[in-house]
């Protein structure tokens, strides 16, 4: 059971070019999300996905791009990377299990740099 | 909207001694979830415990407790016997209870870096 699987960990990019970081989750899990997380502050959720073909944008999402074509997956884009996206990304799936619980698991992020 | 204040940016505490993390939020809805994470160096978030907030209980997990004021919208974070592993990041987080979009969706603090001294 690989849990939220994140690729690539590390990248460095230069301004403009495009780039996709990869989610994959293998618990069935129908909600997943995107965050980034800058230096003093806590994690800003990019966007989100409630099941496969449905995504919503979160607090930061310009400059990205969502898709969730299959239940497992939730790849995020960056289209023309700019300096302001260096950033550490985490990906997260979770389901409904009432108010009660944690049902939230994180992946181990991606180091995003943009020069 | 949901809000998490977390007004400690340090805290330093020695060895075996027991460290109290403030976390307090704000929000409207009756049913909502608070979380603690740890982000050592190495950069992964360690998810740590979890109150409800119709849970009676101050939520347990080992050395670490969760004392929920619900009047006083407080929910921090106790770690007893700190150990030098226990030196990271700390977030306080928090999700609305209704299911749905926003009931996955966490809103973080900024964070408390706790250094253990020997």
């Known amino acids: 059971n690989a849990g939220v699987t994140q690729t690539p960990k590390f990248q460095v990019l230069k301004t403009g070019q495009s780039m996709t970081l990869q989610c994959a989750q293998d618990?069935?899990?129908?909600?997943m999300s995107w965050y980034r997380q800058d230096p003093g502050m806590g994690l800003r959720l990019i966007h989100y996905?409630?099941?496969?073909?449905?995504?919503d944008q979160g607090e930061v999402p310009n400059g990205y791009n969502v898709s969730r074509s299959t239940t497992e997956d939730f790849p995020l884009r960056l289209l023309s990377a700019a300096p302001s996206q260096t950033s550490v990304y985490f990906c997260?799936?979770?389901?409904?299990?009432?108010?009660?619980?944690?049902?939230?698991?994180f992946g181990e992020g991606s180091w995003l740099t943009v020069v | 909207a949901q809000k998490i204040t977390q007004t400690q940016p340090g805290m330093f505490v020695q060895e075996k001694e027991a460290v109290t993390l403030d976390c307090t939020y704000d929000?409207?809805?009756?049913?909502?979830?608070l979380f603690w994470y740890k982000q050592p160096s190495s950069g992964e978030m360690i998810f740590l415990i979890y109150?409800?907030?119709?849970?009676?209980q101050n939520a347990t997990e080992g050395r670490y407790s969760l004392n929920f004021q619900k009047a006083r919208k407080s929910a921090n974070l106790v770690i007893s016997a700190s150990q030098l592993g226990d030196s990271a990041m700390y977030f306080c987080?928090?999700?609305?209870?209704?299911?749905?979009?926003?009931?996955?969706?966490?809103?973080f603090g900024k964070g408390t870096l706790l250094t253990v001294n020997p």
């Open positions: 997260a799936s979770s389901y409904w299990a009432g108010s009660s619980g944690n049902t939230i698991y």
């Open positions: 618990m069935n899990h129908e909600y």
């Open positions: 996905s409630v099941g496969a073909g449905i995504t």
């Open positions: 929000t409207s809805d009756q049913s909502y979830g």
């Open positions: 109150q409800g907030s119709y849970d009676e």
């Open positions: 987080a928090m999700r609305e209870g209704r299911r749905g979009g926003s009931n996955y969706k966490l809103t």
